[in-house]
Each structure stands twice: as C-alpha cells, then as structure tokens.
Nanobody, 126 residues
C-alpha cells in the first residue's frame, strides 16, 4: 500500500488549503484513514480522521469548525479542507491508513495506523 499526500504550500493566516491523500495498492472498504501533523522536534499529533465502514469523522479540538474531511471511495482518496488557517497550523502533514476497524478513541493514536504517506508541508505565514 502506498499513500500519496499532496496539496501543501505557503498560505497567509486566515487562508485555506486542501490536502489530498490517494491510496494505491489496496481498496479500503474497512478500516480508517487519518491526518496527522508534526513540527520538528515534537511528536506527531492527530488532526482528523474518517472511519471507512460508517463514514464517522473525528477531529482534534484544535481544528474543529475549521478543518473538514471528505472522501471519494471510487478514487480511494481522502481530502482535508483547511480553512481559517493559523500560524500554529504550520507543520508537515501526514496521511495514514489502517485496515482494522478500531474504536474511534484508538484512531487518535499513531499506533492505530499501519501505512503512512510521505508528508506534505503546510506553512502559514504572512
């Protein structure tokens, strides 16, 4: 399985970006996909995720009401629409996937995911 993340870039505070994650090598009918982000020297933190079997979406408190997930089953893809971006959103964003139907609480943990993309850099700065 390969995950290809894209869509990062430089944006001003208050702006928007849309990240994409395309999975190849496997069709995900079960399990979940998620976005994590990491700042140099800090641990990778959960941003948002979607469980494939029921479409349940879950978000970190820091991004609720600003970020929104969507998916395209036919394209085996997931998208993260990021609005009202703040400088503290600056990080490398990683998409991740698992084929296990974990409970929602566990999907906030990096350990829940088996496959990881290469990361895409988001920089929010004026």
């Amino acid at each position: 399985v390969q995950l290809q993340a894209s869509g990062g870039g430089l944006v001003q505070p208050g702006g928007s970006l849309r990240l994409s994650c395309v999975a190849s090598g496997r069709t995900f009918n079960n399990g979940a996909m998620g976005w994590f982000r990491q700042i140099s020297g800090k641990e990778r933190e959960f941003v948002a995720g979607i469980r494939w079997n029921d479409g349940h979406k879950h978000y970190a408190n820091s991004v609720k009401n600003r970020f929104s997930l969507s998916r395209d089953n036919a394209k085996n893809s997931m998208y993260l629409q990021m609005n009202t971006l703040k400088p503290e959103d600056t990080a490398v964003y990683y998409c991740a996937a698992t084929d296990r139907n974990w409970v929602i609480g566990y999907l906030y943990q990096t350990e829940a995911y088996k496959w990881w993309g290469q990361g895409t850099l988001v920089t929010v700065s004026s």
